[in-house]
């Protein structure tokens, strides 16, 4: 029990309200995205005196489903944001639920194409990892599969980054990846691991059923994942650095993939 007096309320949210941010999604584009794929929505706090369109499009969305919609000082949804960049709009929201891998492949079989999924082995940057889900959804990729340790989750930063994509793309959360490699490789699918020492990604054959490894920021790819894999990707490199953040190298190699399955396609 809470008792009034230890309750502080702020345009009629409480003080335990304000410090629980795992089920928030912040930003314009995030929240009007989850509105749009669906997603139930049980509160919207707006910046009081917002009044341009794309906020008054969020409302209208809210109000159509039903949704509570408070209007509250900036000072209040700066309390309440992990990521700093609220936008005028939080949504509250129940927590995101993960996917499972069969899911994945029910995606994949659902829209008649051969399995793209993208396997992240240890990434801890939330911005990445939303980088990551977004790139995921316009490569045409099937899910996203992260472990359940040592690696950001979907926090409300990530959902952030993602600008709402992660509203339609399946996440996996998994104990192990390198057994994951081991069971998807039974379902026919190749693995790409990037690494800046492997073959230049123009030189693989990157089309059919596939997964694309990602690494972690500062150590890559780990060694007993790398091992399952069947090929190491590269992207060229002309500059004075040794490396792309992980999110870009990410969406690089995606794009060679979707460009060899077009070429497939168009012969």
């Not at 509160?43 to 009044?51: E, H, I, P, T, Y």
């Not at 998994?174 to 990604?201: Q, Y």
Request: glycine fraction near 10%.
């Amino acid at each position: 029990m809470i008792d009034d007096t230890d309750r502080v309320i702020y345009m009629g949210i409480d003080k335990e309200s304000v410090e629980e941010n795992t089920s928030r999604i912040e930003g314009r584009n995030a929240v009007l995205e989850a509105f749009r794929s669906g997603r139930t929505v049980d509160k919207l706090f707006v910046q009081d005196g917002s009044r341009d369109g794309a906020v008054l499009t969020i409302v209208r969305e809210a109000r159509k489903q039903g949704t509570i919609v408070n209007f509250v000082k900036k000072e209040v949804l700066n309390r309440m944001s992990e990521t700093g960049a609220h936008q005028g709009v939080i949504a509250q929201v129940a927590a995101y639920t993960y996917s499972s891998v069969e899911d994945i492949l029910e995606n994949a079989r659902k829209k008649g194409e051969a399995p793209f999924i993208i396997l992240l082995d240890g990434i801890e940057d939330p911005h990445n990892l939303g980088s990551i889900i977004r790139t995921a959804n316009q490569a045409g990729a099937h899910g996203v599969i992260i472990p359940k340790h040592r690696s950001v989750g979907l926090t409300a930063v990530a959902a952030k980054a993602s600008a709402g994509a992660v509203n339609y793309v399946p996440v996996a959360k998994v104990s192990n990846i390198g057994n994951v490699i081991e069971d998807l490789k039974k379902e026919g699918i190749w693995f790409a691991c990037a690494d800046m020492d492997g073959t230049t990604m123009y030189d693989l054959n990157l089309t059919g059923p596939i997964g694309l490894v990602i690494g972690n920021e500062g150590s890559g790819v780990s060694r007993l994942v790398k091992e399952k894999c069947d090929m190491c990707a590269s992207t060229p490199m002309k500059g004075d650095i040794d490396s792309l953040n992980a999110s870009v190298a990410c969406g690089v190699l995606a794009y060679e993939i979707v460009r060899q399955r077009m070429s497939c396609v168009n012969k």
